[in-house]
């Protein structure tokens, strides 16, 4: 009873996420031919994989069991994955690197000609999202994450740390009383991050008067003179049409690590990219 083994791997990347947009988007391709693949699996398999609801799909228990089997292949795979990335010689290729959306778009993004003009055959792929992205998986070779990482197999370095401020347009602080002030927050996904948090503990009665998960929009809203943001002081500092605010409620930071899977560390393509990653944090 042979079956695409790719069939497998969308069947695996859907189990895992538990929707086909969220497997699409770890595959790289789109929620159709994630349904295609399946549906396929399962005819090949003559078994009834998932049971497909309006929102979800849901395991069956034949589902399960494939999954659990499927598990150690899958991971053999990457492994292979990352031999076959370690063994390239010289100083060209592909390097995936994951970043949070701020990061990569002020910090990495502008300074990639220079990477380019010494290393003109490394080609890099960014990748800015909140998600965590997974090395074990290869949905990135390295990544810079605001936490140390706990997944087996990571070799993590702490590279740097940036500080939070609260961030205005000059004319709203210079015009709204104290007591008046409106504030700018990430939305509930965010609660739990401390910047989150030190800014909530700051407006404390105050209202919240705009939620967003993305910080280029809190900085165009406190732009804009809507309230303050708590925003990044390499990207608040940077920005004409703001300006700091002292709050008096003490100070808030983040980390920022260096992480690639152990099988990668060494390898020269990997290692360069890594060494311009930390000149990009050092920048700021």
């Given at each position: 009873?042979?079956?695409?083994?790719?069939?497998?791997?969308?069947?695996?990347?859907?189990?895992?996420?538990?929707?086909?947009?969220?497997?699409?988007?770890?595959?790289?391709?789109?929620?159709?031919?994630?349904?295609?693949?399946?549906?396929?699996?399962?005819?090949?398999?003559?078994?009834?994989?998932?049971?497909?609801?309006?929102?979800?799909?849901?395991?069956?228990?034949?589902?399960?069991?494939?999954?659990?089997?499927?598990?150690?292949?899958?991971?053999?795979?990457?492994?292979?994955?990352?031999?076959?990335?370690?063994?390239?010689?010289?100083?060209?290729?592909?390097?995936?690197?994951?970043?949070?959306?701020?990061?990569?778009?002020?910090?990495?993004?502008?300074?990639?000609?220079?990477?380019?003009?010494?290393?003109?055959?490394?080609?890099?792929?960014?990748?800015?999202?909140k998600r965590i992205a997974s090395l074990n998986r290869r949905?990135?070779?390295?990544?810079?994450?605001?936490?140390?990482?706990?997944?087996?197999?990571?070799?993590?370095?702490?590279?740097?740390?940036?500080?939070?401020?609260?961030?205005?347009?000059?004319?709203?602080?210079?015009?709204?009383?104290?007591?008046?002030?409106?504030?700018?927050?990430?939305?509930?996904?965010?609660?739990?991050?401390?910047?989150?948090?030190?800014?909530?503990?700051?407006?404390?009665?105050?209202?919240?008067?705009?939620?967003?998960?993305?910080?280029?929009?809190?900085?165009?809203?406190?732009?804009?003179?809507?309230?303050?943001?708590?925003?990044?002081?390499?990207?608040?500092?940077?920005?004409?049409?703001?300006?700091?605010?002292?709050?008096?409620?003490?100070?808030?930071?983040?980390?920022?690590?260096?992480?690639?899977?152990?099988?990668?560390?060494?390898?020269?393509?990997?290692?360069?990219?890594?060494?311009?990653?930390?000149?990009?944090?050092?920048?700021?």
């Open positions: 009873m042979p079956f695409d083994w790719t069939d497998l791997q969308h069947f695996v990347a859907l189990a895992r996420e538990g929707t086909l947009s969220a497997a699409a988007r770890t595959l790289g391709v789109d929620h159709v031919t994630v349904a295609r693949r399946v549906a396929a699996l399962e005819q090949a398999t003559r078994l009834k994989l998932v049971d497909r609801r309006a929102r979800a799909y849901a395991l069956t228990d034949e589902g399960r069991r494939l999954v659990q089997a499927a598990g150690p292949m899958e991971q053999a795979a990457f492994a292979i994955e990352r031999s076959v990335v370690a063994s390239r010689p010289g100083l060209g290729g592909e390097v995936l690197v994951s970043a949070p959306p701020t990061l990569a778009n002020r910090l990495i993004a502008p300074r990639l000609v220079e990477l380019r003009r010494q290393h003109p055959a490394i080609a890099i792929k960014l990748i800015g999202e949905e990135a070779d390295i990544a810079l994450r605001l936490s140390r990482p706990k997944e087996q197999g990571l070799i993590a370095r702490k590279v740097g740390r940036f500080g939070f401020s609260l961030y205005g347009a000059p004319d709203y602080l210079k015009e709204t009383p104290q007591h008046e002030l409106g504030f700018i927050a990430y939305d509930s996904s965010m609660d739990t991050a401390p910047q989150q948090q030190w800014l909530k503990m700051i407006a404390g009665p105050r209202p919240i008067v705009f939620q967003s998960s993305d910080l280029e929009s809190q900085a165009a809203a406190a732009r804009s003179g809507l309230g303050l943001a708590a925003l990044p002081d390499f990207l608040g500092q940077s920005d004409p049409g703001l300006v700091r605010l002292d709050s008096g409620g003490g100070n808030i930071s983040r980390e920022i690590w260096l992480v690639v899977h152990r099988d990668l560390r060494r390898t020269p393509l990997v290692r360069a990219v890594m060494g311009f990653l930390i000149g990009c944090v050092a920048s700021a």
